[in-house]
C-alpha cells in the first residue's frame, strides 16, 4: 500500500480551446501527468485564496486533477464497494494543501520546541465521504508522503479508532486499532525522535475523534 499511494499517478482534466470544444462535447479532456500550469493563490487578508488574474502562459489551465492508486486509499480500504483507486482534486482541495504546507514552512522556518511543539492546527469543515472536500484526508496523505523525509518521517491518516501509520524511513504502512494507537504507536515515533503528522478524517457521521488519541 505504501508503495501504491507514495507512486500514485496523475492525471488532470484542462479545458481545450474554443476552436477545439466541439470535437470532445464536453470541451474538456484527459490528460496523463500533472497539469504543466497549475492553479496559484494570493493571501487575502491574512487568507489564502485562488487567484484568478495572474496568467497561464499560454497552458490550458487544469479543471480538476485526478490521484490513481492501484491499491486504492486508506479512506476507502473498507468501503462495501471496494477501493476506491481514483481521488478527484479540484482547486479548493489543492488549497487545502496549501495551506497545510505553508503553515509547515512556517514551523520548521521557526522550529523551537520550547515555544511551538507543533505547527497549527487544521481543521476542514465538509460533509463525510461525499462533496468536494472528499479527497482532501486522502491528498493530503500524498503530499505530506512526499514531503522532506528529514523535516517529516512518520505520517498517520485515521477513522475513529483506526489508523493507519505510514513510516517513510522503513518505506512501509501499518494499521492500528484502538487506544492503542494513541497511547502506544505514536509516543513510540516521538520517544524515538521522529517528528510526523497526523490526518483525522472523519470517515461517517458520529465518529469524532477518539479522546485518548494523541495530540
Given at each position: 500500500l505504501y508503495e501504491s499511494v507514495y507512486n500514485a499517478r496523475w492525471h488532470h482534466v484542462v479545458e481545450l480551446p474554443d476552436?477545439?470544444?466541439?470535437?470532445?462535447g464536453t470541451g474538456m479532456v484527459v490528460e496523463e501527468g500533472e497539469p504543466e500550469q497549475s492553479w496559484t493563490y494570493k493571501k487575502v487578508g491574512g487568507i489564502l485564496e485562488k487567484d484568478d488574474d495572474v496568467g497561464q502562459s499560454g497552458a490550458a489551465p487544469p479543471r480538476l486533477m485526478v490521484l490513481t492508486s492501484d491499491k486504492g486509499w486508506p479512506y476507502t480500504l473498507n468501503a462495501s464497494q471496494g477501493p476506491?483507486?481514483?481521488f478527484f482534486i479540484n482547486c479548493k482541495v489543492d488549497r487545502v494543501w496549501q495551506i497545510v504546507s505553508s503553515d509547515l514552512t512556517e514551523w520548521f522556518d521557526n522550529f523551537d520546541l520550547s515555544l511551538n511543539r507543533s505547527p497549527t492546527r487544521c481543521l476542514l469543515i465538509g460533509t463525510p465521504g461525499i462533496g468536494k472536500s472528499m479527497a482532501a484526508?486522502?491528498?493530503?496523505?500524498?503530499?505530506?508522503l512526499h514531503y522532506d523525509i528529514k523535516k517529516l518521517q512518520?505520517?498517520?491518516?485515521?477513522?475513529?479508532?483506526?489508523a493507519y501509520v505510514f513510516d517513510k524511513t522503513a518505506q512501509t504502512v501499518t494499521q492500528y486499532e484502538g487506544e492503542i494507537t494513541s497511547k502506544i504507536v505514536v509516543r513510540s515515533f516521538w520517544q524515538r525522535g521522529m517528528k510526523g503528522y497526523i490526518i483525522y478524517d472523519v470517515a461517517r457521521k458520529g465518529t469524532p475523534p477518539d479522546t485518548n488519541f494523541a495530540p
Open positions: 476552436g477545439e470544444k466541439q470535437k470532445t476506491m483507486k481514483d484526508g486522502s491528498y493530503l496523505l500524498y503530499q505530506l512518520v505520517i498517520v491518516h485515521c477513522f475513529g479508532e483506526k
